[in-house]
């Protein structure tokens, strides 16, 4: 046991279904093609109990292997999940719908379903392969028929600038505002060049117009970004309308920095930034790559890919007044290289997460984990390729009504002829 600024995390042994541990469901296993692989980004779920998602490769384009799909899977009366495929990236050879969809969806009061593809979009983008879109998916009006796909946005649309000033290659889950607009990150782009933005979406009477709300890089000191430079994740919004999120690197001049966690607030009707904190990849943490997630009081939460204690990474927890620090470091045997956020169950006082590596055995294939108080447990272990139930989880959680948790792994699964390590899984956690 190993205690850090009033965390305890306590490592449940054995593997897999052990003592102890809750039960895992594979839901679905992807082949790669035509039904996708490698999901990488947090699933959605309507009403109805569907979850929807994205892979970012595979699918049924014949020739472009990073295509991936948009896909729905859709319970039984057995308790089985049957897969549909709602749409096939890269359906022209520009690839001027996308391709190669980071992250998950969001879904709106009528099933429409929004998200970003990191690359395609058009051939203007200087660093290749286009610079990403905005999309939507409609439901269809009759049953059987196909969903409705519409382009939203396409970034780097000013014709002769290099820099991308609204930004390119959005690799996060959007976000929705009270009035319907949406809010996510590019990781590249912006008025500095390649420290990327935080941008807006709003619909008006001409369609979709973008703004960019935040140009990461700002505040260059000697090479380093002191206001943190190429985000990962998306954003969030406190109670009051402020915005947070992470960035992967910048906020410090050692070793050029490690990342930030960031609030942007209006000030004189302008967008400013506060940097919250400054990761160097030390004790406290380095590289997060999740988003930001508030809990009952206001506390915040995210998870870092490097650093901590080991090495291996941090749960980080900022209060809610004093922003004062506090720390939940991985060792390897509680898990290694958390690539997602954390998951906050109000009601039930708890926090979920995934790291995308280590466990106890000798699988390193990542793990389900628990903090409810002080006390925090792994409550699955994944075994890794080759075994069925998945590998290298790294999207965030969801909660069902029950208390069921769903997710992706990036690997693991079916393994088949031409992907010896698995395609990836969707998964069930119950207790």
């Known amino acids: 046991m190993r205690t850090c600024a009033g965390w305890v995390f306590v490592a449940l042994l054995g593997c897999g279904l052990a003592m102890g541990q809750a039960n895992e469901k594979v839901l679905y296993s992807f082949t790669g093609s035509p039904d996708g692989t490698a999901p990488v980004g947090k699933l959605v779920a309507d009403s109805a109990g569907n979850l929807y998602g994205t892979t970012s490769a595979g699918g049924s384009t014949a020739y ?34 996308g391709w190669n969809p980071q992250a998950g969806l969001i879904i709106d009061s009528a ?40 382009q939203l946005y396409q970034f780097c649309q000013l014709p002769g600038e290099d820099t991308c000033p609204d930004g390119s290659q959005p690799a996060s889950k959007l976000q929705f505002d009270g009035s319907g607009n949406l809010y996510g990150t590019t990781s590249r782009g912006g008025a500095n060049g390649t420290g990327g933005v935080v941008f807006e979406l709003s619909l008006g009477a001409n ?17 380093y970004c002191e206001d943190g430079a190429v985000p990962m994740a998306g954003v969030s919004f406190d109670k009051s309308g402020n915005i947070y999120g992470t960035t992967t690197i910048g906020g410090s001049s050692k070793y050029y920095g490690a990342g930030v966690v960031y609030e942007l607030s209006v000030v004189e009707s302008d967008w400013k930034e506060s940097v919250l904190k400054a990761f160097e990849n030390g004790t406290g943490g380095g590289t997060p790559l999740g988003e930001v997630n508030f809990d009952a009081a206001g506390n915040l939460y995210t998870a870092t890919e490097d650093g901590g204690k080991f090495g291996y990474g941090v749960v980080l927890r900022l209060s809610a007044k004093s922003h004062a620090e506090q720390f939940l470091p991985f060792d390897g045997t509680n898990g290694a290289f958390p690539a997602a956020g954390v998951l906050i169950d109000q009601e039930g006082d708890a926090l979920y997460g995934t790291t995308s590596a280590g466990g106890l055995g000798s699988s390193d294939a990542g793990t389900v984990y628990k903090a409810v108080g002080s006390h925090n447990s792994v409550i699955y272990t994944f075994r890794g390729v080759g075994s069925g139930d998945g590998a290298d989880p790294e999207g965030t959680l969801i909660l069902d009504r029950k208390g069921n948790l769903y997710g992706t792994t990036r690997a693991g699964g079916i393994v088949g002829l031409h992907y010896q390590t698995g395609c990836g899984t969707v998964f069930e956690i119950s207790k």
């Open 207 to 223: 369609g979709w117009t973008e703004a960019a709300l935040y140009n990461f890089c700002s505040e260059n000191k000697g090479g």
């Open 111 to 150: 099933g429409n379903l929004y998200g970003t593809t990191l690359n395609g979009g058009g051939p203007q983008c200087n660093q290749g392969g286009g610079c990403g879109t905005v999309f939507e998916l409609s439901p269809p009006s009759s049953s059987g028929s196909p969903w409705l796909f519409t």
């Open 64 to 97: 472009c292997d990073y295509c991936g799909i948009v896909f729905e899977l859709s319970p039984g009366l057995d308790g089985t999940y049957a897969e549909t495929i709602l749409y096939d990236f890269c359906q022209n050879a520009s690839c001027a719908d």
